[in-house]
């Protein structure tokens, strides 16, 4: 029986808006079939540039990197919900969600997806993410993993303590997700970063694989 597989991860190119100050795209051609006899292409990139994952040791003085992190962490059952309309989504704003028990994995979808549905956007620092509490509330209830669907799980004016309280905690990051096309519910994750031994952070591509009647 076949299971419907949504991709959760923004296309690379050139035009994805890129954090103030980290480097972007570059994605050229060094060698060309008709004169080489083969493709080739040579890609830079920052470890943060669209969908991503970030490590302990983004934040943290932590040997924890990208390709440390545990695949059973990366893999498995997650609860998308549903905040579009909310900008600073607080703990009083998660603590309203109808969450499965024993849930682990938390994927948040706000408008910061209707961005990326309408198409690569210059980098807006009003996206959603969020608040320190909000963060606190996840560490509290033993959360796993938090994703979103902006580039940074913290509002763009904000501290770095979400980001540090979260990763201290051994919450996984992952930002940069496309979420417009999921529905409210309980999914399989499968997010596979690429293991770039020593980084702090590294892209992913990520899926969901629909669960019948939605649910964990």
């Not at 209830?141 to 309280?165: A, M, P, Y």
């Not at 979260?166 to 930002?175: C, D, K, R």
Request: with cysteine.
């Amino acid at each position: 029986m076949l299971t419907k597989i949504i991709d959760i991860t923004l296309p690379i190119t050139a035009n994805l808006p890129v954090w103030p100050g980290s480097p972007g795209l570059t994605l050229s051609q060094v060698a060309a079939l008709d004169d080489d006899g083969y493709n080739e292409t040579f890609l830079s990139m920052g470890c943060h540039y669209g969908t991503h994952i970030d490590a302990p040791s983004h934040f943290l003085k932590s040997d924890a990197t990208v390709d440390t992190l545990p695949l059973e962490t990366l893999i498995g059952s997650a609860y998308v919900a549903n905040l579009c309309g909310t900008a600073a989504i607080t703990a009083s704003d998660l603590s309203r969600l109808v969450l499965p028990e024993g849930a682990e994995r938390l994927l948040i979808k706000t408008d910061n997806s209707k961005l990326w549905s309408e198409g690569d956007k210059p980098f807006r620092k009003d996206f959603s993410a969020l608040t320190l509490d909000a963060a606190e509330w996840l560490v509290d209830r033993s959360f796993s993993l938090i994703g979103v669907d902006g580039l940074s799980v913290q509002l763009f004016h904000e501290s770095n303590r979400t980001h540090e309280l979260l990763l201290s905690a051994g919450v996984v990051i992952l930002e940069g997700l496309n979420l417009a096309e999921v529905d409210e519910g309980g999914y399989e994750l499968i997010c596979l970063p690429l293991p770039l031994v020593g980084a702090e952070a590294a892209p992913a591509r990520v899926v969901l694989r629909c669960l019948e009647d939605n649910q964990l």
